[in-house]
């Protein structure tokens, strides 16, 4: 080694905890629930992905308003519903209410669960944990809960897909917090086998496609600006000038991705839907 690399200082590391506490008000803000019903057909999937048995202990970790809460319930599985945002635990109580389903709600944080080892049959999480800070204190903490032939069901959004190219539109108007890893990654199996292959018997992988369906690019753009925490945070964050570049952006890459010839959104998304069976 040189003496030049050898006195190169370390990188510093990302403040975590800062990082979270920011998370925390982007997805307090807003109404992350408007967006989040309409995303209901990914948990339906999961739960027939993971093959879900009524009677099995399942988990839903950073369940927003519970998609994969309410279609593991519908399939008589005994459910904890699990959020950081009381907000979005409210909504989902009140969805399980109105479909009279039996569901446990609790505020928990993905990094650190209240529960035992080996407490669930499944664990899910749709469009959630991946957004945690560490994401490998989350992803061992998923399968630390899990118990030992048990299944991990995960719905990602991909890098290359719609939302994993929103999020790099997004970045290069407002910087995302040095050091930390891109949520996307886990919409790529690579990183999966990485954060789970230690502790997984089979991991399942395959590219799904959920579409928005909005009326107009500007219906879906004002639906997102409003109600979907991290983009409300980024147009805060900017002036006028730069709120107006990243608009016009957005329906740039919008209209890449919208196959509607008749004026409405119909934008494919690709996630990558993952069964992970623990040792």
């Known amino acids: 080694m040189s003496t030049s690399a050898a006195l190169k200082p370390a990188a510093a590391q990302p403040d975590l905890a800062a990082v979270k506490q920011r998370q925390h008000g982007a997805w307090s803000s807003g109404d992350y629930a408007i967006v989040g019903t309409t995303l209901q057909i990914v948990g339906e999937q999961l739960?027939?992905?993971l093959d879900l048995r009524a009677g099995s202990k399942v988990l839903d970790v950073a369940a927003g308003n519970g998609n994969a809460t309410l279609a593991a319930a519908r399939r008589w599985c005994d459910v904890t519903s699990t959020d950081y945002v009381p907000a979005l635990l409210k909504r989902g109580r009140e969805r399980a209410a109105a479909d009279r389903l039996m569901v446990e709600f609790?505020?928990?944080?993905?990094?650190?669960?209240?529960?035992?080892d080996g407490s669930y049959d499944v664990v899910v999480s749709?469009?959630?944990?991946?957004?945690?800070?560490?994401?490998?204190?989350?992803?061992?903490?998923?399968?630390?809960?899990?118990?030992s032939g048990?299944?991990?069901?995960?719905?990602?959004?991909t890098p290359q897909g719609f939302i994993g190219q929103l999020f790099k539109t997004i970045g290069g108007h407002v910087a995302p917090p040095a050091g930390v890893k891109s949520p996307a990654l886990w919409g790529t199996p690579s990183r999966l086998k990485?954060?789970?292959g230690d502790q997984a018997s089979e991991i399942a992988a395959e590219p799904r496609m959920f579409v928005?369906?909005?009326?107009?690019?500007e219906h879906w753009l004002e639906i997102f600006k409003s109600y979907y925490?991290?983009?409300?945070?980024?147009?805060?964050?900017?002036d006028e000038s730069g709120q107006a570049a990243l608009r016009r952006d957005l329906i740039t890459l919008l209209?890449?991705?919208?196959?509607?010839?008749?004026?409405?959104?119909?934008?494919?998304?690709?996630?990558?839907?993952?069964?992970?069976?623990?040792?």
């Open 194 to 196: 990485e954060m789970f």
């Open 229 to 238: 925490g991290p983009m409300l945070k980024a147009f805060a964050a900017l």
């Open 106 to 116: 609790r505020e928990a944080d993905a990094e650190a669960l209240p529960f035992a």
């Open 47 to 49: 739960c027939e992905a």
């Open 212 to 217: 928005f369906r909005y009326r107009s690019p």
């Open 255 to 279: 209209g890449e991705f919208n196959h509607a010839d008749d004026g409405t959104v119909v934008v494919h998304s690709e996630y990558l839907e993952a069964v992970i069976t623990k040792r």
């Open 150 to 157: 048990g299944k991990i069901g995960l719905a990602n959004w």
């Open 126 to 147: 749709t469009f959630g944990v991946m957004f945690t800070p560490d994401q490998d204190k989350a992803a061992a903490e998923l399968a630390r809960v899990c118990k």
